[in-house]
């Protein structure tokens, strides 16, 4: 076979079996940029290196790759800073060929910054990559614990999450989706996560940085452990005084073998509905519009599957909103229609705080008295457990 009829057959043998791709003799570098999460904090001190960049680095070379993965967090950082210490400290310690990690945007979130700000940022980051020729691998954020001062509940997260997965797909680059993995781990915060306190987002502990090098090692290499997951999702999770006619449309995207469009179901307060899966097995778009004016708090569910074999699975709530002139059920806290414990922990927070005092939070003064204190927590305890009749 003559060399240019062999250098053919090996690029579509290369676009075919993505592992084959990324088993690359030629030495490479990983530059792992991010915040505390990237630099490993909440880690075992034991260790000298610490983060997943080390593990990572170990399970390449394992595997026969020739990598070096370096480490570039830096703690409390957001993507404000990010995005000026990124082109001038990070990016010329690569090369062409080389690669940006880029795991970074939960410091904003507990900073209060603008999502589109963020959004913003770590996409001028990524293209200042690719503009000195290295190629980027985004990265969803890992959820944040219960605890977290801010976004416990993950509706900025996950919105975030999803612009990443449109932006990656979008502009045809890698999606590693640590979140979507450690969302389907079990005992993820009681077994992955640091018990180090105060913590203001949750860190991963030695054996949850063990599975975010995991995650980025199948991503490089090709290997498909992750469902369909959701891109924009529309009314956003969260929302308030959605009006009752709102469409909900939802992007669905695959990063691996592609999605069985056949069986990806878009559901409405847990009952499947009629929105077909349009699009391909890379990314579908699924549209509702309800027959009749929606009432309460939906809540949106994703049922769907890939290619792999054997394939991985969704099946989960994405997103729910509150339309106009629904009424909250007492001892709801976080206004999703549902008295749980994550309304027992957002209450515990403010308990004891009076109106115009940082804490006070006046969705938990349920008698509205100006303080949050043992009548409330009576309220919430009468309807612990209860969920609203208007979803």
Not at 32 to 49: E, N
Not at 165 to 180: F, I, S, T, V
């Amino acid at each position: 076979m003559s060399p240019r009829r062999l250098a053919s057959a090996l690029l579509v043998l290369s676009s075919l079996f993505p592992a084959l791709a990324s088993a690359q003799t030629t030495p490479r570098k990983y530059l792992a940029f991010g915040d505390s999460i990237t630099f490993g904090v909440g880690d075992d001190p034991a260790r000298a290196l610490k983060g997943y960049p080390p593990r990572l680095e170990s399970l390449l070379q394992a595997a026969g790759v020739s990598a070096t993965v370096l480490n570039f967090g830096m703690g409390g950082e957001a993507t404000n800073v990010g995005v000026s210490r990124l082109p001038r400290e990070v990016l010329p310690q690569g090369a062409p060929g080389d690669v940006l990690i880029l795991m970074e945007g939960t410091n904003d979130i507990s900073q209060g910054l603008d999502l589109g700000t963020t959004f913003f940022n770590l996409a001028r980051m990524a293209d200042d990559a690719e503009d000195l020729k290295l190629s980027v691998i985004h990265a969803t954020l890992i959820p944040r614990y219960p605890e977290a001062k801010m976004d416990a509940e993950n509706a900025l997260t996950d919105q975030l999450n999803g612009r990443l997965r449109n932006l990656a797909g979008q502009r045809q680059r890698r999606l590693a989706d640590p979140n979507e993995v450690y969302r389907t781990t079990p005992n993820i915060f009681a077994g992955f996560y640091s018990t180090e306190r105060p913590d203001p987002v949750g860190h991963p502990n030695a054996a949850g940085y063990d599975i975010l090098a995991r995650v980025f090692f199948n991503t490089i290499q090709g290997i498909d452990t992750v469902s369909p997951v959701p891109g924009l999702v529309t009314p956003v999770k969260g929302a308030r005084n959605v009006k009752p006619d709102t469409s909900v449309e939802v992007d669905v995207w695959d990063f691996g073998a592609g999605i069985d469009l056949a069986s990806t179901i878009l559901l409405i307060n847990g009952q499947p509905v009629t929105a077909p899966a349009l699009g391909n097995a890379r990314l579908a778009k699924m549209i509702y519009q309800p027959p009749v004016p929606f009432t309460g708090t939906v809540r949106v569910g994703l049922r769907s599957r890939d290619l792999a074999t054997p394939p991985n699975t969704i099946d989960r709530e994405i997103a729910s909103f509150t339309v106009q002139g629904a009424a909250a059920l007492a001892g709801d806290v976080n206004r999703d229609n549902r008295v749980d414990g994550m309304d027992l922990i957002l209450f515990g927070r403010a308990f004891g705080s009076v109106q115009g005092e940082t804490r006070y939070n006046a969705n938990a003064d349920f008698n509205a008295d100006g303080s949050v204190d043992g009548l409330d927590l009576a309220v919430l305890a009468s309807n612990f457990g209860r969920t609203g009749t208007g979803s």
